[in-house]
């Protein structure tokens, strides 16, 4: 089960921002989504998601065209999304923020305690935060309150945008292995993570696209392997 983007183009404000993207999110994948700021990688998620509307091309999941549905069909579909500004309602608890999303696609409460527990899993370190409010937590604690958010709808994928941005390394560490035991917990999940500097996604990501000016390059997908092109920054 696959995610297939077919010949995307998405327009803002009369500028290209994504022209001809065909890639494939496999199952039980990390992708890694590196560009410079202002390369279209969060672009890419939001599309992704439903929140920007497609100019045009596909989205195909399963052979159906979702490129045209809902924002919150597609969380139904299994789709998790954390932004980069992370979004914690401050008078909510942790576990409240965490359920929050599953409430609203009406999961019923044993699913929601199951989906808990599996988050929890990969993410062991999040659990005497569970009753403390969204307010009482720092930026890194924040982002990773996130990321279980988006685990709980996101069965099949989970979108990140830029998860590493502004933490503290020792929180940075603690986010990677949390991504990297998601591998062992999720073992069908397809993760995408945008970044702008590839370093902090070593050891993390099983394949790599390359993203500037709307064109994405794939590193290493399915077991083939292509160059970047030569304007492309691999590390900024």
């Known amino acids: ?7 995307l183009r998405v327009d803002l404000a009369g ?12 199952e039980g994948e990390t992708i890694a989504v590196v560009g410079r700021n202002g390369a279209g990688k969060t672009t890419l998620l939001r599309s992704i998601m439903g ?3 497609l100019t045009s091309g596909h989205l195909l999941l399963d052979g159906r065209d979702i490129g045209t549905e809902p924002s919150h069909m597609r969380v139904g579909a299994g789709f998790g999304y954390a932004p980069e500004d992370r979004v914690i309602f401050p008078t ?3 576990a409240q923020n965490m359920a929050l999303p599953c409430e609203v696609q009406r999961v019923p409460k044993r699913e ?4 808990i527990e ?15 409010s969204g307010a009482a937590l720092s930026g890194g604690q924040g982002k990773m309150v996130a990321l279980a958010r988006a685990l709980m709808v996101g069965t099949r994928f989970v979108l990140l945008d830029e998860p590493f941005q502004g ?31 590839a370093s902090l996604l070593e050891d993390v990501q099983s394949t790599t696209l390359y993203i500037e000016r709307g064109n994405v390059t794939v590193d290493h997908l399915n077991g083939q392997h292509s160059a970047p092109q030569k304007d492309m920054s691999l590390t900024t």
């Open 118 to 132: 599996a988050v929890l899993a990969a993410m062991p370190q999040l659990k005497p935060m569970l009753p403390r």
């Open 112 to 115: 929601i305690a199951q989906r």
């Open 15 to 26: 500028n290209v921002v994504l022209r001809n993207v065909n890639i494939v999110l496999p």
């Open 1 to 7: 089960m696959s995610l297939h983007i077919e010949s």
């Open 167 to 197: 933490l503290a390394p020792v929180v940075a560490r603690q986010y990677g292995d949390s991504l990297r035991a998601l591998r062992q917990s999720h073992p069908h999940l397809c993760v995408v993570i945008t970044e702008s500097n």
């Open 92 to 94: 909510l608890s942790v």
């Open 51 to 53: 929140l920007i509307k």
